[in-house]
Protein backbone atom coordinates (compact mmCIF):
# COMPACT_ATOMS: atom_id res chain seq x y z
CA UNK A 1 0.00 0.00 0.00
CA UNK A 2 1.09 3.33 -0.50
CA UNK A 3 -1.90 5.90 -0.19
CA UNK A 4 -4.48 7.21 1.86
CA UNK A 5 -7.06 9.76 1.52
CA UNK A 6 -7.76 11.99 4.99
CA UNK A 7 -9.86 14.80 6.68
CA UNK A 8 -7.32 18.04 7.65
CA UNK A 9 -7.97 20.43 9.07
CA UNK A 10 -6.79 24.04 6.82
CA UNK A 11 -7.36 27.24 9.57
CA UNK A 12 -10.49 27.83 11.21
CA UNK A 13 -13.89 27.20 9.52
CA UNK A 14 -11.93 25.13 6.41
CA UNK A 15 -11.80 21.31 6.28
CA UNK A 16 -10.11 19.34 3.16
CA UNK A 17 -9.90 15.75 1.84
CA UNK A 18 -5.97 15.81 1.24
CA UNK A 19 -3.78 12.92 -0.14
CA UNK A 20 -1.55 11.47 2.91
CA UNK A 21 0.81 8.61 3.96
CA UNK A 22 -0.43 5.33 4.24
CA UNK A 23 -0.01 4.27 8.31
CA UNK A 24 3.74 2.49 9.37
CA UNK A 25 4.40 1.63 12.26
CA UNK A 26 6.28 4.03 13.40
CA UNK A 27 4.69 7.56 14.45
CA UNK A 28 6.27 10.12 11.85
CA UNK A 29 6.61 13.51 12.60
CA UNK A 30 3.86 15.70 11.20
CA UNK A 31 1.49 18.49 12.17
CA UNK A 32 0.84 18.27 16.05
CA UNK A 33 2.73 15.35 16.64
CA UNK A 34 4.76 15.54 19.56
CA UNK A 35 8.36 15.39 19.12
CA UNK A 36 8.96 13.44 21.91
CA UNK A 37 6.94 11.30 20.02
CA UNK A 38 8.57 10.87 16.74
CA UNK A 39 9.97 7.95 15.70
CA UNK A 40 8.14 6.13 18.61
CA UNK A 41 7.98 2.26 17.29
CA UNK A 42 4.56 0.59 16.95
CA UNK A 43 4.85 -3.13 16.59
CA UNK A 44 1.89 -3.75 19.05
CA UNK A 45 -0.32 -1.77 16.03
CA UNK A 46 -2.93 -2.51 13.77
CA UNK A 47 -3.64 -0.58 10.61
CA UNK A 48 -7.58 -0.82 9.46
CA UNK A 49 -9.01 -0.12 6.50
CA UNK A 50 -11.66 2.31 7.67
CA UNK A 51 -15.30 1.20 7.93
CA UNK A 52 -16.50 4.09 9.31
CA UNK A 53 -15.62 7.39 11.00
CA UNK A 54 -17.67 9.93 12.59
CA UNK A 55 -17.21 14.14 12.57
CA UNK A 56 -18.24 14.91 16.23
CA UNK A 57 -18.82 18.09 17.98
CA UNK A 58 -15.23 18.01 19.61
CA UNK A 59 -13.78 18.11 15.89
CA UNK A 60 -16.00 21.10 15.31
CA UNK A 61 -14.17 23.20 18.26
CA UNK A 62 -11.07 22.90 16.51
CA UNK A 63 -12.58 23.36 12.77
CA UNK A 64 -14.28 26.45 14.31
CA UNK A 65 -10.62 27.51 15.58
CA UNK A 66 -11.49 27.43 19.13
CA UNK A 67 -8.43 25.17 19.94
CA UNK A 68 -4.78 26.20 19.14
CA UNK A 69 -5.02 22.71 16.31
CA UNK A 70 -1.94 22.88 13.60
CA UNK A 71 -3.03 23.33 9.86
CA UNK A 72 -2.47 20.33 8.35
CA UNK A 73 -3.74 17.65 11.26
CA UNK A 74 -5.46 15.26 10.38
CA UNK A 75 -8.98 14.64 12.11
CA UNK A 76 -11.47 12.55 13.45
CA UNK A 77 -11.48 10.14 16.79
CA UNK A 78 -14.14 7.91 16.18
CA UNK A 79 -12.99 4.99 14.57
CA UNK A 80 -14.74 1.97 13.00
CA UNK A 81 -12.67 -0.43 10.40
CA UNK A 82 -11.33 -4.12 9.39
CA UNK A 83 -8.36 -5.37 10.28
CA UNK A 84 -5.91 -5.07 7.27
CA UNK A 85 -2.21 -4.97 8.55
CA UNK A 86 -0.99 -6.64 12.18
CA UNK A 87 2.53 -5.72 13.44
CA UNK A 88 4.50 -8.21 14.79
CA UNK A 89 3.47 -7.94 18.76
CA UNK A 90 -0.09 -8.28 17.93
CA UNK A 91 -1.21 -11.76 18.98
CA UNK A 92 -5.25 -11.76 19.66
CA UNK A 93 -6.42 -9.37 16.98
CA UNK A 94 -6.21 -10.32 13.18
CA UNK A 95 -6.56 -9.64 10.00
CA UNK A 96 -10.08 -9.36 8.83
CA UNK A 97 -11.81 -8.41 11.87
CA UNK A 98 -14.45 -5.66 12.24
CA UNK A 99 -13.76 -3.68 15.32
CA UNK A 100 -14.48 -0.44 17.37
CA UNK A 101 -11.72 1.31 18.66
CA UNK A 102 -12.46 3.47 21.26
CA UNK A 103 -11.16 7.56 21.36
CA UNK A 104 -8.99 7.27 24.30
CA UNK A 105 -5.26 5.96 23.16
CA UNK A 106 -4.12 4.15 26.15
CA UNK A 107 -1.38 1.24 26.23
CA UNK A 108 -2.87 -1.24 28.69
CA UNK A 109 0.19 -1.11 30.92
CA UNK A 110 0.09 1.85 33.44
CA UNK A 111 -1.39 2.65 36.77
CA UNK A 112 -4.53 4.46 35.35
CA UNK A 113 -5.08 1.71 32.58
CA UNK A 114 -4.69 -0.94 35.16
CA UNK A 115 -7.13 1.06 37.45
CA UNK A 116 -9.64 1.45 34.25
CA UNK A 117 -8.86 4.66 33.69
CA UNK A 118 -8.07 4.41 30.19
CA UNK A 119 -9.04 8.41 29.43
CA UNK A 120 -6.39 9.53 31.17
CA UNK A 121 -3.26 6.82 30.44
CA UNK A 122 0.55 8.37 31.81
CA UNK A 123 2.62 5.97 28.78
CA UNK A 124 0.98 7.88 24.94
CA UNK A 125 0.65 11.69 25.63
CA UNK A 126 4.18 13.38 26.77
CA UNK A 127 2.32 16.52 27.54
CA UNK A 128 -0.27 15.00 29.90
CA UNK A 129 -2.29 12.42 30.93
CA UNK A 130 -4.61 11.13 28.18
CA UNK A 131 -4.54 10.76 24.46
CA UNK A 132 -6.53 10.38 21.22
CA UNK A 133 -6.14 10.09 17.10
CA UNK A 134 -6.46 13.47 15.32
CA UNK A 135 -6.64 15.97 18.23
CA UNK A 136 -5.48 18.29 19.54
CA UNK A 137 -2.54 18.50 22.49
CA UNK A 138 -3.02 14.65 22.37
CA UNK A 139 0.44 13.12 21.30
CA UNK A 140 -0.12 13.79 17.50
CA UNK A 141 -1.77 10.50 16.69
CA UNK A 142 -2.70 10.76 13.47
CA UNK A 143 -6.83 10.70 13.17
CA UNK A 144 -9.03 8.60 11.59
CA UNK A 145 -11.06 10.00 9.25
CA UNK A 146 -9.66 8.80 6.58
CA UNK A 147 -8.97 5.35 4.29
CA UNK A 148 -6.67 3.82 6.57
CA UNK A 149 -5.47 4.17 10.38
CA UNK A 150 -3.03 2.94 12.67
CA UNK A 151 -4.14 1.87 16.23
CA UNK A 152 -1.35 0.99 19.02
CA UNK A 153 -2.08 -1.40 21.54
CA UNK A 154 -4.37 -3.24 19.27
CA UNK A 155 -4.52 -6.63 21.68
CA UNK A 156 -5.28 -3.99 24.59
CA UNK A 157 -7.58 -1.29 22.53
CA UNK A 158 -9.66 -2.66 20.02
CA UNK A 159 -13.00 -3.95 20.90
CA UNK A 160 -13.11 -6.91 18.12
CA UNK A 161 -17.15 -7.85 16.59
CA UNK A 162 -17.99 -11.47 17.11
CA UNK A 163 -19.70 -11.58 13.44
CA UNK A 164 -18.93 -9.37 10.59
CA UNK A 165 -22.17 -10.23 9.05
CA UNK A 166 -24.02 -8.76 12.15
CA UNK A 167 -21.85 -5.94 12.45
CA UNK A 168 -21.88 -4.54 9.31
CA UNK A 169 -25.76 -4.89 9.46
CA UNK A 170 -26.09 -2.68 12.58
CA UNK A 171 -22.87 -0.46 11.84
CA UNK A 172 -24.49 3.06 12.04
CA UNK A 173 -25.23 1.90 15.37
CA UNK A 174 -21.85 -0.01 16.39
CA UNK A 175 -19.96 3.16 14.60
CA UNK A 176 -21.10 5.06 18.19
CA UNK A 177 -19.42 2.81 20.31
CA UNK A 178 -16.32 4.79 19.59
CA UNK A 179 -16.75 7.67 21.73
CA UNK A 180 -20.47 9.51 21.57
CA UNK A 181 -22.49 6.56 23.37
CA UNK A 182 -20.14 5.51 26.06
CA UNK A 183 -19.22 9.26 26.26
CA UNK A 184 -23.53 10.28 27.04
CA UNK A 185 -23.49 7.10 29.04
CA UNK A 186 -20.71 7.82 31.50
CA UNK A 187 -22.31 11.22 31.37
CA UNK A 188 -25.45 9.42 32.60
CA UNK A 189 -23.64 6.76 34.86
CA UNK A 190 -21.82 9.56 36.72
CA UNK A 191 -24.68 11.41 37.32
CA UNK A 192 -26.28 8.89 39.40
CA UNK A 193 -28.92 8.03 37.05
CA UNK A 194 -31.11 4.96 38.21
CA UNK A 195 -33.99 3.47 38.45
CA UNK A 196 -36.44 6.23 38.65
CA UNK A 197 -34.29 8.88 38.24
CA UNK A 198 -35.31 12.31 36.62
CA UNK A 199 -32.82 13.86 35.11
CA UNK A 200 -32.31 16.55 32.58
CA UNK A 201 -29.48 16.72 30.04
CA UNK A 202 -28.19 20.06 28.88
CA UNK A 203 -27.31 20.02 25.06
CA UNK A 204 -29.40 18.31 22.37
CA UNK A 205 -26.40 17.52 19.64
CA UNK A 206 -25.25 13.57 19.34
CA UNK A 207 -23.87 13.39 22.97
CA UNK A 208 -26.74 15.23 24.75
CA UNK A 209 -28.76 12.76 22.66
CA UNK A 210 -27.00 9.85 23.55
CA UNK A 211 -26.98 10.52 27.15
CA UNK A 212 -30.24 10.74 27.01
CA UNK A 213 -30.86 7.34 25.68
CA UNK A 214 -28.38 5.96 28.29
CA UNK A 215 -30.11 7.60 30.88
CA UNK A 216 -33.00 5.54 29.76
CA UNK A 217 -31.29 2.06 29.58
CA UNK A 218 -30.09 3.06 32.95
CA UNK A 219 -33.86 3.39 34.19
CA UNK A 220 -34.70 6.68 34.65
CA UNK A 221 -38.22 7.70 34.50
CA UNK A 222 -38.00 11.14 32.92
CA UNK A 223 -35.00 12.65 30.45
CA UNK A 224 -35.54 16.20 29.93
CA UNK A 225 -33.37 17.43 27.26
CA UNK A 226 -32.49 20.95 26.75
CA UNK A 227 -30.96 23.42 24.02
CA UNK A 228 -31.72 26.38 21.69
CA UNK A 229 -32.35 23.82 18.32
CA UNK A 230 -36.03 23.27 17.61
CA UNK A 231 -34.87 20.36 15.20
CA UNK A 232 -32.76 18.90 17.91
CA UNK A 233 -35.25 18.98 20.08
CA UNK A 234 -37.73 16.91 18.26
CA UNK A 235 -34.84 14.39 17.59
CA UNK A 236 -34.75 14.09 21.17
CA UNK A 237 -38.44 14.00 21.55
CA UNK A 238 -38.52 11.09 18.94
CA UNK A 239 -37.22 8.72 21.32
CA UNK A 240 -39.42 9.90 24.13
CA UNK A 241 -37.63 12.54 25.92
CA UNK A 242 -39.34 15.76 27.43
CA UNK A 243 -37.93 18.79 25.90
CA UNK A 244 -37.42 22.42 27.15
CA UNK A 245 -36.19 25.22 24.77
CA UNK A 246 -33.85 27.33 27.44
CA UNK A 247 -34.88 30.35 25.16
CA UNK A 248 -38.45 30.16 25.85
CA UNK A 249 -38.40 30.28 29.93
CA UNK A 250 -36.30 29.84 32.76
CA UNK A 251 -35.39 25.99 33.09
CA UNK A 252 -36.51 25.68 36.29
CA UNK A 253 -40.15 27.18 34.99
CA UNK A 254 -40.60 24.36 32.71
CA UNK A 255 -38.87 21.69 34.52
CA UNK A 256 -42.21 22.21 37.17
CA UNK A 257 -44.34 21.81 34.39
CA UNK A 258 -42.94 18.72 33.70
CA UNK A 259 -42.27 17.15 36.47
CA UNK A 260 -43.69 18.96 39.01
CA UNK A 261 -41.11 20.34 40.70
CA UNK A 262 -38.40 23.24 39.01
CA UNK A 263 -35.13 20.19 39.99
CA UNK A 264 -33.72 16.69 38.83
CA UNK A 265 -31.90 14.18 40.56
CA UNK A 266 -29.37 14.31 37.92
CA UNK A 267 -27.94 16.23 35.33
CA UNK A 268 -25.83 15.98 32.37
CA UNK A 269 -23.76 18.93 30.48
CA UNK A 270 -23.68 17.45 27.30
CA UNK A 271 -22.36 21.40 26.10
CA UNK A 272 -18.89 22.43 26.63
CA UNK A 273 -17.14 25.33 27.06
CA UNK A 274 -19.06 27.00 23.57
CA UNK A 275 -22.26 27.47 25.84
CA UNK A 276 -24.25 30.08 24.97
CA UNK A 277 -26.55 31.77 27.60
CA UNK A 278 -30.35 31.55 27.54
CA UNK A 279 -31.65 33.26 24.51
CA UNK A 280 -32.20 33.05 20.76
CA UNK A 281 -30.45 34.68 17.89
CA UNK A 282 -28.54 37.29 18.66
CA UNK A 283 -29.42 37.95 22.73
CA UNK A 284 -27.72 34.11 22.84
CA UNK A 285 -24.29 35.44 23.98
CA UNK A 286 -21.36 33.08 24.30
CA UNK A 287 -20.99 32.30 28.51
CA UNK A 288 -18.69 29.57 29.25
CA UNK A 289 -20.13 28.34 32.75
CA UNK A 290 -23.56 28.96 31.90
CA UNK A 291 -24.41 25.40 31.74
CA UNK A 292 -22.66 24.09 34.77
CA UNK A 293 -24.27 27.47 37.10
CA UNK A 294 -27.65 26.13 35.68
CA UNK A 295 -27.06 22.59 36.36
CA UNK A 296 -26.29 23.51 39.74
CA UNK A 297 -29.63 25.73 40.47
CA UNK A 298 -31.78 22.38 39.31
CA UNK A 299 -30.07 19.92 40.10
CA UNK A 300 -31.36 18.47 43.60
CA UNK A 301 -29.91 18.62 47.22
CA UNK A 302 -27.12 15.60 47.09
CA UNK A 303 -27.04 14.87 43.46
CA UNK A 304 -24.39 14.55 40.49
CA UNK A 305 -23.88 16.20 37.45
CA UNK A 306 -22.04 13.96 35.20
CA UNK A 307 -19.91 16.86 32.55
CA UNK A 308 -19.47 14.70 28.92
CA UNK A 309 -19.52 17.98 27.75
CA UNK A 310 -15.72 19.18 26.58
CA UNK A 311 -13.60 21.96 28.30
CA UNK A 312 -10.24 22.82 27.42
CA UNK A 313 -7.08 24.84 29.09
CA UNK A 314 -6.43 26.68 25.56
CA UNK A 315 -9.32 28.70 23.62
CA UNK A 316 -7.85 31.30 21.86
CA UNK A 317 -11.61 32.52 20.62
CA UNK A 318 -12.91 32.79 24.28
CA UNK A 319 -14.69 35.35 25.67
CA UNK A 320 -12.19 37.37 28.13
CA UNK A 321 -8.87 36.29 29.17
CA UNK A 322 -9.90 33.86 31.80
CA UNK A 323 -11.69 31.57 29.63
CA UNK A 324 -8.93 31.54 27.26
CA UNK A 325 -7.05 29.40 29.82
CA UNK A 326 -10.09 27.37 30.68
CA UNK A 327 -11.22 29.49 33.81
CA UNK A 328 -14.23 29.76 34.35
CA UNK A 329 -16.72 31.54 37.03
CA UNK A 330 -18.39 28.88 38.21
CA UNK A 331 -20.51 29.34 41.47
CA UNK A 332 -18.69 26.69 43.64
CA UNK A 333 -20.19 27.72 46.44
CA UNK A 334 -24.11 26.71 44.90
CA UNK A 335 -22.14 23.20 44.58
CA UNK A 336 -21.08 22.90 47.73
CA UNK A 337 -23.73 24.42 49.56
CA UNK A 338 -25.83 21.81 47.95
CA UNK A 339 -23.67 18.44 48.52
CA UNK A 340 -23.56 18.25 44.70
CA UNK A 341 -21.02 15.54 43.26
CA UNK A 342 -18.95 16.06 39.95
CA UNK A 343 -17.29 14.00 37.63
CA UNK A 344 -15.56 15.81 34.74
CA UNK A 345 -13.04 14.54 31.32
CA UNK A 346 -12.72 12.07 29.10
CA UNK A 347 -15.34 9.13 29.01
CA UNK A 348 -13.01 5.79 29.81
CA UNK A 349 -14.43 4.37 27.35
CA UNK A 350 -13.37 0.43 27.66
CA UNK A 351 -15.52 0.56 30.72
CA UNK A 352 -18.55 0.83 29.07
CA UNK A 353 -18.17 0.17 25.25
CA UNK A 354 -18.37 -3.92 25.43
CA UNK A 355 -21.67 -4.04 27.55
CA UNK A 356 -23.08 -1.18 24.77
CA UNK A 357 -21.90 -3.51 22.01
CA UNK A 358 -24.38 -6.00 23.36
CA UNK A 359 -27.70 -3.73 24.09
CA UNK A 360 -26.74 -2.72 20.31
CA UNK A 361 -26.54 -6.29 18.64
CA UNK A 362 -29.57 -6.92 20.95
CA UNK A 363 -31.90 -4.40 19.68
CA UNK A 364 -31.88 -2.90 23.25
CA UNK A 365 -29.84 0.29 22.26
CA UNK A 366 -30.82 2.05 19.04
CA UNK A 367 -28.58 4.57 18.99
CA UNK A 368 -28.14 5.30 15.14
CA UNK A 369 -32.25 6.55 14.92
CA UNK A 370 -31.70 8.25 18.36
CA UNK A 371 -28.98 10.49 17.12
CA UNK A 372 -30.31 10.39 13.14
CA UNK A 373 -27.27 8.88 11.77
CA UNK A 374 -26.27 9.60 8.82
CA UNK A 375 -23.81 8.43 6.20
CA UNK A 376 -22.04 10.59 3.67
CA UNK A 377 -18.89 9.76 1.06
CA UNK A 378 -15.32 11.20 2.32
CA UNK A 379 -15.47 13.50 -0.09
CA UNK A 380 -18.38 15.20 1.62
CA UNK A 381 -17.12 15.49 4.59
CA UNK A 382 -16.44 19.62 4.36
CA UNK A 383 -20.44 19.74 3.60
CA UNK A 384 -20.61 17.64 6.69
CA UNK A 385 -18.77 19.60 9.02
CA UNK A 386 -20.67 22.94 7.18
CA UNK A 387 -24.19 21.26 8.33
CA UNK A 388 -23.05 20.16 11.77
CA UNK A 389 -21.94 23.50 12.72
CA UNK A 390 -25.03 25.50 11.48
CA UNK A 391 -27.02 22.66 13.72
CA UNK A 392 -28.17 20.25 11.87
CA UNK A 393 -29.81 17.77 14.22
CA UNK A 394 -27.85 14.56 12.52
CA UNK A 395 -24.59 12.76 12.99
CA UNK A 396 -22.75 12.16 9.89
CA UNK A 397 -20.97 9.18 9.51
CA UNK A 398 -17.91 9.02 7.17
CA UNK A 399 -17.86 5.81 4.63
CA UNK A 400 -14.13 6.38 3.26
CA UNK A 401 -14.16 2.82 1.47
CA UNK A 402 -17.73 1.99 0.43
CA UNK A 403 -18.53 -0.35 2.97
CA UNK A 404 -22.02 1.59 3.76
CA UNK A 405 -22.73 1.99 0.75
CA UNK A 406 -22.45 -1.52 -0.09
Not at 137 to 149: I, L, P, S
Not at 257 to 269: K, N, R, T
Request: hydrophobic share 40%; net charge negative.
Amino acid sequence: MSGNRAVAYQGPGVVEVIDTDYPAFELKDGPGVNPANVGRKLPHAVILRTVATNICGSDQHMVRGRTTAPQGLVLGHEITGEVVEAGPDVEFVKVGDIVSVPFNISCGRCRNCKEGKTGICLNVNPDRPGSAYGYVDMGGWVGGQAEYVLVPYADWNVLQFPDREQALEKILDLTMLSDIFPTGFHGAVTAGVGVGSTVYVAGAGPVGLAAALGAQLLGAAVVVVGDLNEDRLAQARSFGCETVNVGAGTIPDQLEQILGIPEVDSAIDAVGFEARSEGHGADAKEAPATVLNSLMGVTAAGGAIGIPGLYVTGDPGAVDDAAKVGALSISLGTGWAKSLSFTTGQCPVMRYNRQLMMAILHDRAPIAKAVNATAIPLTDAPRGYAEFDAGAATKYVLDPNGYLAA
